[in-house]
């Protein structure tokens, strides 16, 4: 059965495009590109961008984009979307020419945003915006990985959980519950993908005016989190989580807000998934050790 190969890019509706420029080159490590659109892309690797930010009210996530890898698996995809009563739509070709894609369809989110299933993702070997010129390795870990991972909050938690297993057909990768006060419990539950990343989506429900909890992008070198964590602090961006490490996914990492209000994750380490030997567990901490909480994500 077909099913997606890895989370591909993200789009993101913000009121302050230059304050995102500014956050993404001078604090990340990304490269930029402006879109004929007037959105700003930008970059990770070789694709055209991997972050779109679009002019809009929400400051929010509105897309999130994922590669099927062949037309074969994206019409045997979408036509099993279709056979669960999902109404899929295809995309014009001037849609999907604003994604660098040769094919896009899309469903919407329960929880407020919209998926998109492409193919043949064009404009590849960009040269626009130098990439990484603050970065001591090699940048960031993408590939057939995708770009890292999203967690959306769900509406209906045990819907929203179904939903991504059932619906969009990601994999079970594990569950964190844990007591944060006496019969008070943080939980999430966390998918893959095909191509392995230990989590390209995850979800949970709480409190928040965002949909988007947060976003991650993984360095292929530790000290780019630690220097990465330098620069927010020097250039007073608000810093969520403290430098820690997750015990599911093994990744060592530091939240900070972006300007649009919701988390940026930036870790190194994260795992990749065997599927012929992983048993999904259940832990009982987010973190092992530090992440120590500064701020929710939207004061």
């Known amino acids: 059965m077909a099913e997606v190969q890895n989370l591909a890019y993200v789009v993101i ?31 990770l690797d070789n694709h055209p961008w991997r972050l779109l930010i679009e002019q809009g009210d929400d400051d929010d996530l509105t897309h999130a984009g994922w590669d099927l890898g ?18 899929v739509r295809e ?9 660098c894609v040769s094919r896009l369809f899309s469903i919407a989110d329960p929880n407020g945003f919209r998926h998109e299933f492409f193919v043949g993702r064009t404009g590849l070997q960009h040269d626009g915006g130098a990439l990484g010129h603050m970065l001591r390795g090699n940048g960031f870990v993408t590939d057939e990985l995708g770009i890292g991972h999203i967690l959306p909050v769900s509406k ?3 819907e929203g959980v179904r939903w991504y297993s059932e619906v969009l057909g990601l994999r079970n990768s594990d569950r964190i519950r844990q007591e944060m006060a006496p019969g008070i419990f943080a939980d999430a539950t966390f998918f893959h993908s095909a191509t392995g ?9 709480f409190p928040s005016p965002k949909r988007l909890n947060h976003l991650m992008l ?21 810093i969520v989580l403290e430098l820690g490490h997750h015990p599911n996914d093994q990744m060592f990492s530091f939240y900070m807000r972006t300007p649009s209000g919701f988390g940026l994750e930036l870790g190194h380490g994260g795992v990749v998934i065997d599927d ?5 567990q259940l832990y009982d901490v987010m973190s092992d050790w530090g992440h120590t909480r500064n701020m929710t994500m939207v004061d």
């Open 91 to 99: 995309e014009p070709a001037s849609v999907a020419a604003v994604r």
């Open 276 to 280: 012929s030997n992983w048993e999904p």
């Open 70 to 87: 062949s037309d074969a698996a994206l019409d045997e995809f979408v036509a099993g979307l279709s056979a669960k009563g999902v109404d």
């Open 156 to 158: 209906d938690y045990a």
């Open 197 to 205: 990343r230990h989590h390209s989506l995850a979800t949970g429900s």
């Open 13 to 43: 509706a913000a009121k302050d495009l230059a304050a995102w420029r500014r956050f993404a080159t001078d604090i990340v490590g990304m490269g930029t590109c402006d879109t004929a659109a007037g959105a700003l892309g930008l970059r």
């Open 218 to 238: 993984e360095f292929r070198d530790m000290n780019d989190v630690g220097l990465a964590c330098d620069r927010a602090k020097k250039a007073g961006v608000p």
